[in-house]
């Protein structure tokens, strides 16, 4: 697939992957990356890469809501036919991968955090430019740290 097509699958897929969630939480999605695969001692290319896109989840959750959290996107990720194949509640976190064989996670992070992360592939190595475009500056805080902390408060998700 093209990087713009990967763009498209990257989105579609985050979408699919928070459809569950009720109510809907607010997000905001990261620049996508590549990752070129490698294999064997010498870590030589296969001559492909992988497309990767994080989105943000910018509604509070409330730590006593992340069982809830998981629970509702594990049973919407099961219904799409998605393959579950980690679960760390300590994390918490959950890694699936779909019918496709695309990779789909939700990670929370120590400070409130939460993010999906959606993988598809192959597309084609590039390395003398960005594959996505011209790359667009990601928000940060006022220290330089990237803008990924909650901070919408939502009634059910962040109380």
């Given at each position: 697939?093209?990087?713009?097509?990967?763009?498209?699958?990257?989105?579609?897929?985050?979408?699919?992957?928070?459809?569950?969630i009720r109510p809907p939480l607010r997000y905001r999605d990261g620049w996508p990356w590549s990752t070129e695969r490698t294999a064997g001692p010498d870590d030589h290319s296969?001559?492909?890469?992988?497309?990767?896109?994080?989105?943000?989840?910018?509604?509070?959750?409330?730590?006593?809501?992340?069982?809830?959290?998981?629970?509702?996107?594990?049973?919407?990720?099961?219904?799409?036919?998605?393959?579950?194949?980690?679960?760390?509640?300590?994390?918490?976190?959950?890694?699936?991968?779909?019918?496709?064989?695309?990779?789909?996670?939700?990670?929370?992070?120590?400070?409130?955090?939460?993010?999906?992360?959606?993988?598809?592939?192959?597309?084609?190595?590039?390395?003398?430019?960005?594959?996505?475009?011209?790359?667009?500056?990601?928000?940060?805080?006022?220290?330089?740290?990237?803008?990924?902390?909650?901070?919408?408060?939502?009634?059910?998700?962040?109380?």
């Open positions: 697939m093209t990087p713009e097509q990967a763009v498209q699958a990257l989105d579609a897929l985050l979408d699919e992957a928070m459809s569950a296969l001559g492909y890469a992988t497309a990767t896109r994080d989105r943000y989840v910018m509604t509070k959750v409330a730590p006593s809501k992340y069982g809830a959290l998981l629970g509702i996107t594990e049973r919407g990720w099961r219904a799409r036919g998605y393959r579950i194949t980690a679960v760390n509640p300590r994390q918490p976190a959950m890694f699936a991968s779909t019918p496709a064989g695309y990779g789909v996670c939700l990670l929370v992070g120590a400070a409130g955090n939460i993010t999906f992360q959606a993988g598809v592939g192959p597309i084609p190595v590039i390395r003398d430019r960005d594959p996505f475009g011209t790359y667009v500056p990601e928000p940060t805080l006022p220290d330089g740290r990237p803008d990924i902390l909650p901070r919408y408060e939502d009634p059910f998700w962040s109380h």
